[in-house]
């Protein structure tokens, strides 16, 4: 697909943010693996090509590429059979920031919306019961939303067949 943007609907400023559109689609490309993406800019003859094979794992990889990484990242998809699908992967580094990334049918998130919220609460959930059925002691410790985060770098995709959007 060649987009040359039209005079008409834009005006005079038809100048796009190369910087902007590098990010952007190298996200469409971990998000849609296997798909082949080039960035040609033809005014300073400058390309720029995305693909990847490892989809959401290699994207967490690449946020958490000049961190000290704490485990190998991990992946979940399920898929439903209305079309609707959820893929998430995780790992953790040794900072104290979350890095979480929300995405529905391949749109950012900004304030990840209800299944970020979820996702946090059954993380913490499914955390909590692995440690308390491993740990055989009487007292019993149960880590906070705040304990699991910390360090956390996440990808979580939805992708649906008629989203609706409230922000």
Same mark, same amino acid.
């Given at each position: 697909?060649k987009i040359i943007?039209?005079?008409?609907?834009?005006? &005079?400023?038809?100048t796009f943010d190369?910087?902007?559109?590098?990010?952007? *689609?190298?996200? %469409?490309?971990?998000?849609?693996?296997? !798909?082949?993406?080039?960035?040609?800019? #033809?005014?300073?003859?400058?390309? $720029?090509?995305?693909?990847?094979?490892? =989809?959401?794992? $290699?994207?967490? #990889?690449? /946020?958490?590429?000049?961190?000290?990484? %704490?485990?190998?990242?991990? @992946?979940?998809?399920?898929?439903?059979? &209305?079309? +609707?699908?959820?893929? !998430?992967? *995780?790992?953790?580094?040794?900072?104290?920031? #979350?890095?979480?990334?929300?995405?529905?049918?391949?749109?950012?998130?900004? &304030? =990840?919306?209800?299944?970020? %919220?979820?996702?946090?609460?059954?993380?913490?959930?499914?955390?909590?019961?692995?440690?308390?059925?491993?740990? @055989?002691? /009487?007292?019993? &410790?149960?880590?906070?939303? $705040?304990?699991i985060k910390e360090?956390?770098?996440? !990808? %979580?995709?939805? /992708? +649906?067949?008629?989203?609706?959007?409230?922000?």
């Open positions: 697909i943007p039209s005079k008409s609907t834009f005006g &005079d400023n038809t190369y910087d902007i559109l590098i990010k952007k *689609l190298r996200e %469409l490309s971990f998000l849609n693996s296997g !798909v082949s993406i080039i960035l040609k800019d #033809e005014r300073v003859n400058k390309t $720029e090509k995305f693909k990847s094979t490892g =989809g959401l794992i $290699e994207f967490v #990889e690449y /946020k958490n590429k000049n961190k000290t990484i %704490l485990n190998k990242p991990f @992946r979940f998809l399920q898929e439903a059979k &209305d079309g +609707m699908s959820i893929e !998430v992967a *995780l790992q953790w580094n040794d900072s104290y920031q #979350e890095n979480i990334q929300c995405f529905t049918n391949n749109i950012p998130q900004k &304030d =990840g919306g209800t299944h970020l %919220l979820g996702f946090r609460s059954a993380l913490t959930r499914v955390i909590n019961k692995y440690s308390n059925e491993r740990n @055989r002691k /009487k007292n019993k &410790d149960t880590l906070s939303v $705040e304990d360090g956390l770098t996440a !990808v %979580l995709s939805i /992708k +649906m067949p008629d989203p609706k959007f409230s922000s």
